[in-house]
T-cell receptor, first 112, second 116 residues
Framework: QKEVEQDPGPLSVPEGAIVSLNCTYS??????FMWYRQYSRKGPELLMY????GNKEDGRFTAQVDKSSKYISLFIRDSQPSDSATYLC????????????FGGGTRLMVKP | DTEVTQTPKHLVMGMTNKKSLKCEQH?????MYWYKQKAKKPPELMFV???????INESVPSRFSPECPNSSLLNLHLHALQPEDSALYLC???????????????FGEGSRLTVL
């Protein structure tokens, strides 16, 4: 079993839909939770960062962390074709914050 | 300036060649990273430099040799590579908060390497 599980997709939605992306993990030491967006043939871009549990909102994006369930989510409201990309969840432990464990990535396609 | 700049963007080399990948950041970050990414896979950590010292080497073959000349620059020297080393090589940097690193990494666009 992988430490971080993420559905690879592809996930195809119409423009304007609400998108829900999720990851589950097994390591209870994880305290830092990130979502990266990666466009084709580009480097990953940090989208959202959360420390420990809770919600964080930034524009159309909301990140949620439920440590009791070992489950994190990224919601995208009013999805746009420009949101089409691969979304990677990543997490790390408090004393090894820079040692990221990535999920496999979910490919999202938003159709006009 | 929130950029991590990598050169070259594309590199084709033979198995006997010696080449280098370069990375530069001017955000004052004190940790710099090399990752390798194969198609449809997440990035895999290769090396971490913290305050210009190699702090993590993820059992990478010696044909990959990292170098951190100063706090803004990171190189990856390549020698006697194999075709299976063809991949996207990503550089990243991060800052520390109260002496601790979080997972907030800033990635470059990557150098796409093809080994013939």
């Amino acid at each position: 079993q992988k430490e971080v599980e993420q559905d690879p997709g592809p996930l195809s939605v119409p423009e304007g839909a609400i998108v829900s992306l999720n990851c589950t993990y097994s390591n209870s030491a994880f305290q830092y939770f990130m979502w990266y967006r990666q466009y084709s043939r580009k480097g990953p871009e940090l989208l959202m960062y959360t420390y420990s549990s809770g919600n964080k909102e930034d524009g159309r994006f909301t990140a949620q962390v439920d440590k009791s369930s070992k489950y994190i989510s990224l919601f995208i409201r009013d999805s746009q074709p420009s949101d089409s990309a691969t979304y990677l969840c990543a997490m790390s432990a408090y004393n090894a914050g820079n040692m990221l464990t990535f999920g496999g990535g979910t490919r999202l396609m938003v159709k006009p | 300036d929130t950029e991590v700049t990598q050169t070259p963007k594309h590199l084709v080399m033979g198995m006997t060649n010696k080449k280098s990948l370069k990375c530069e950041q001017h955000m004052g970050h004190r940790a710099m990273y090399w990752y390798k990414q194969k198609a449809k896979k997440p990035p895999e950590l290769m090396f971490v430099y913290s305050y210009e010292k190699l702090s993590i080497n993820e059992s990478v073959p010696s044909r990959f040799s990292p170098e951190c000349p100063n706090s803004s620059l990171l190189n990856l020297h390549l020698h006697a590579l194999q075709p299976e080393d063809s991949a996207l090589y990503l550089c990243a940097s991060s800052h520390s908060k109260e002496g601790r690193y979080t997972g907030e990494l800033f990635f470059g666009e990557g150098s796409r390497l093809t080994v013939l």
